[in-house]
């Protein structure tokens, strides 16, 4: 059973930062894809970034230049890091990774972005 595992979240003032961490029980090198999504309250869903196995990477446009995603395979963990928050980042952020056809997601991290 593949599991992923979000840590990092918390509470922060608006222009502060976060890095968010996604620990998976498995190799990520198996992966095709990982990335982080996020869903605000009343909200759907939505991409913010994503990082291939080659390494290339996608950033939602809300979030580029703010935001960095990266990998460490030695690890098996992918990271966001977060800069120059704001208020309407505050969302559960959740980790996703494609593997062998099928979609795994972690359970959630809540970032809060808050005076």
């Known amino acids: 059973q593949v599991q992923l595992v979000e840590s990092g979240g918390g509470l922060v003032q608006p222009g502060g930062s976060l890095r968010l961490s996604c620990a998976a029980s498995?190799?990520?090198?198996?992966?095709?894809?990982m990335g982080w999504h996020r869903q605000a309250p009343g909200k759907e869903r939505t991409l913010v970034a994503l990082?291939?196995?080659?390494?290339?990477?996608n950033y939602a446009d809300s979030v580029k230049g703010r935001f960095t995603i990266s990998r460490d395979n030695a690890k098996n963990t992918v990271y966001l890091e977060m800069n120059t928050l704001k208020p309407e980042d505050t969302a559960v952020y959740y980790c996703?990774?494609?593997?062998?056809?099928?979609?795994?997601w972690g359970q959630g991290t809540q970032v809060t972005v808050s005076s």
């Open positions: 498995t190799s990520i090198s198996s992966f095709s894809v």
């Open positions: 990082i291939f196995s080659a390494g290339l990477t």
């Open positions: 996703n990774g494609q593997r062998r056809g099928y979609a795994y």
